[in-house]
Structures are given as C-alpha cells and as structure tokens.
C-alpha cells in the first residue's frame, strides 16, 4: 500500500562547470497524512536539496515523489513551502501578503468575502491579525516568520514544507513559533516536513526524525529513520524529564557525531 507522500528512489545529480555533482542517491521515504517528519544531517548534505524536490522546485534526477499517487511535477498550493529567510513581498502589508495568496489559491473557490475572512483567520492563528497593515520593513524576524507561515496555510497545503524555519531567530522567539507550529499541526494535522539543525526543535515537533548520511562523492541517503514516540500535547518542560526524550535525543546525537567522525560513512 502506498502511503500519503512517497519518495521512490529520487536521486539528484547537478550539472556543474566542473563536470556532474552528485548530491541526493536513492531516497526512499514513506510518510502518512498528519505526520511531523524532520530532516537532519550535516550542513551541505542535500536537505534542501530534498526539500525543493518534493516542492516540485527542482526535477529529480532518477525517481519520483508522488503525493497521494500523483507525481509531482511543478511547484503547486498543495505542497507550500516556507524559508528560513522570509520571502514576503516588501511593498505588500501583512494583509496583502496573505491575500495574494489566498486570492491565487482560491480565486473559484471563495467569495471575496470568504476570502477576507480566510486570510484574516490564518492571521489570527499565528497571532498577527494585530499587525494587518505593517509592511515587512516594520517586523521583527519572527513577526515575518509568523506571516510566512500564515500565507502558507491559508494555502491550504495537503503538505507543509519548511526549509530551518526558524533558524535565523533567538531562542525565545523559536521557542514560541515552536509552540504556534504544534497548535496549528495539532488542530489541522498537516503534513509537515521540516529541515532542522536543531537536536531539540527535531525531537520536540516530529513523529520522525531522518537521519541523512554526509553523502561525498556517492551523494548522500536516508542514514537512519528515528521514530518519537512521545505523547502529544507534547510540553518542553515536561518533555526534559522524560527518559524517551533523552534516548531520542542522545541517539541523533549519536548519528551526527558518527558522521563528524566518519564523514564518508553511508
Ligand atoms: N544548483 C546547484 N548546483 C550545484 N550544486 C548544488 C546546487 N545546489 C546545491 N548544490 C550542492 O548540493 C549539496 C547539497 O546542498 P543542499 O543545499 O541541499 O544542502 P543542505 O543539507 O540543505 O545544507 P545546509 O544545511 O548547509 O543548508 C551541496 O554540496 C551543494 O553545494
């Protein structure tokens, strides 16, 4: 049976001027609708890679991602994706950010009327309807991280790809778009593949964690595959105490570690 997202055997080679570069080989991945998947590996072992694939942003070389049997082609509202660098439009208020959005998405499908209301309640889930008529300019990182997520969602995406979204912003601010990312997964059950350096943010969010090997010259793999199996609502401080966190945590530790060590280990 195939599951809700399937990644076949996708390798990735790049034309470069110093000849072919292998960077992804052989990914095989199977992921049901809801789940939380992260990716972790080493800086320049094909996470974005991968993740640009699946948005249909970049043709695999060899296999094909399917979502729910179709082959993903093109970039498309069902699989919206979301930066580490907020890609909001400057001269565009947060409104009009998220409107564009929705007005693209569902120009058939809404009324203007039910598109007002749709982008002002996905603004209100990331808690930025306060902020309607700021312009990118006049927000912190994770005020923009906060409306990128937003125009996401009110895509309405079978899949929510996300590149270390919040990698570029202080602890506290992470911490609590942390938050806002396990209500939001929580009450719509999306899917969610998310790139992350972060051991914690990895264990804290996913019901998996993908462990990718360094790759070298053979590109690089799927290494290892964690499951989490930590019950949600999911607390961080809670979570801290619990045994399974640390063996979740001490594991990709481990992997990373042995990667460090071994770079070529596949
Ligand atoms: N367009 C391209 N042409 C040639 N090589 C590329 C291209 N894009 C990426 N690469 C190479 O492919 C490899 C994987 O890059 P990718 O950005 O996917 O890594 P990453 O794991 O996301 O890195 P990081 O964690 O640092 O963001 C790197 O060696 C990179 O230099």
Redesign the pocket.
């Known amino acids: 049976m195939k599951s809700h997202l399937n990644l076949e055997n996708v390798g ?1 080679e ?3 001027a110093r000849g072919p ?1 292998r ?2 080989r052989d990914v095989t991945l199977r992921i049901e609708r809801g789940e939380f998947v992260s990716i972790i ?12 694939v699946v948005a249909g942003l970049l043709p695999a070389t060899e296999g094909v991602v399917l979502l729910e049997d179709r082959e993903v082609k093109d970039p498309g509202p069902e699989r919206a994706v979301v930066f580490q660098s907020h890609s909001l439009l400057p001269w565009l208020t947060v409104y009009e950010n998220v409107r564009m959005a929705v007005d693209k998405v569902f120009a058939d499908g809404k009324t203007r009327a039910e598109r007002h209301a749709w982008t002002l309640a996905n603004l209100e889930r990331v808690r930025m309807h306060y902020a309607l008529e700021k312009r990118p300019g006049e927000l912190s990182g994770g005020m923009k991280q906060r409306v990128g997520i937003a125009r996401a969602l009110a895509m309405e995406p079978k899949v929510l790809l996300m ?2 979204p919040f990698g570029a912003l202080d602890a506290l601010t992470r911490a609590s778009l942390q938050e806002a990312l396990m209500e939001i997964h929580a009450s719509l059950g999306n899917t969610v593949i998310m ?1 992350t ?1 972060d051991i914690d943010e990895a264990v804290l969010l996913s019901d998996r964690i993908v462990m ?1 090997t360094n ?1 070298g010259e053979a590109g ?1 793999t799927v290494g290892e595959i964690l499951a989490v199996d930590l019950p949600r609502p999911r607390d961080r401080l809670v979570l801290a105490e619990k045994p399974e966190y640390a063996r979740a945590r001490a594991a990709v530790l481990k992997f990373l570690y042995e990667r460090e060590r071994h770079p070529a280990a596949a």
């Open positions: 990735v790049f034309r470069t570069f960077a992804l590996g080493h800086s320049g072992c094909g996470k974005s890679t991968l993740l640009n590149d270390e790139i350096h990718m790759g690089a």
